[in-house]
């Protein structure tokens, strides 16, 4: 495996949609299509990022900066990647660049159900920091997770 982490370009639109759908939104609404994606790719307040091992799209992770914090709105690897650090990775390269920016707070939400997804946030150094009611599509709950940067120093290499 010979993983690479690199700045999404526009023609990685498509793939990181078609991911956001089967690994994020299943039984959702398709709300990150490739449009919305794309709209990410052009804000100079977001970073989209890719893992790729050789020429396929394996991971992408999309952050948007606010003032005072960051907003981790997608994170997704491929099942045949996942638990090798790839997540890991993705999450360290945007950690990284909110540190740069003087931001130290990163927030994200995540399915109530979702356990896996939970823990490996915990592993990182989130915590909970509330529930949002109906969040997905009036369906489903999201837990709200939080990390504050200046007390979390993680790294690793994939």
């Known amino acids: 495996m010979n993983i690479r982490l690199s700045l999404a370009k526009r023609?990685?639109?498509?793939?990181i949609?078609?991911?956001?759908r089967t690994l994020i939104e299943d039984g959702l609404p398709w709300s990150w299509n490739e449009t919305r994606v794309a709209c990410c790719l052009a804000n100079p307040d977001c970073i989209v990022i890719t893992a790729q091992d050789g020429n396929r799209l394996v991971g992408f992770a999309i952050m948007?900066?606010?003032d005072d914090r960051a907003h981790l709105s997608l994170l997704a690897v491929k099942p045949g990647y996942q638990r090798q650090g790839i997540g890991r990775a993705l999450l360290d390269w945007l950690?990284?660049?909110?540190?740069t920016a003087g931001t130290?707070?990163?927030?994200?939400?995540v399915r109530a159900g979702n356990e896996?997804?939970?823990?490996?946030?915990?592993?990182?150094?989130?915590?909970?920091?509330?529930?949002?009611?109906g969040y997905y599509d009036g369906r489903e709950d999201a837990v709200r997770m939080?990390?504050?940067l200046s007390l979390n120093a993680i790294s690793s290499a994939v």
């Open 95 to 99: 950690n990284s660049s909110a540190r």
């Open 104 to 109: 130290f707070l990163v927030h994200l939400e």
């Open 17 to 20: 949609a078609c991911m956001a």
């Open 64 to 66: 948007e900066f606010h």
């Open 146 to 148: 939080a990390c504050d």
């Open 11 to 15: 023609r990685d639109a498509p793939a």
């Open 116 to 133: 896996s997804a939970k823990a490996f946030y915990r592993r990182l150094g989130f915590r909970e920091a509330g529930a949002r009611r």
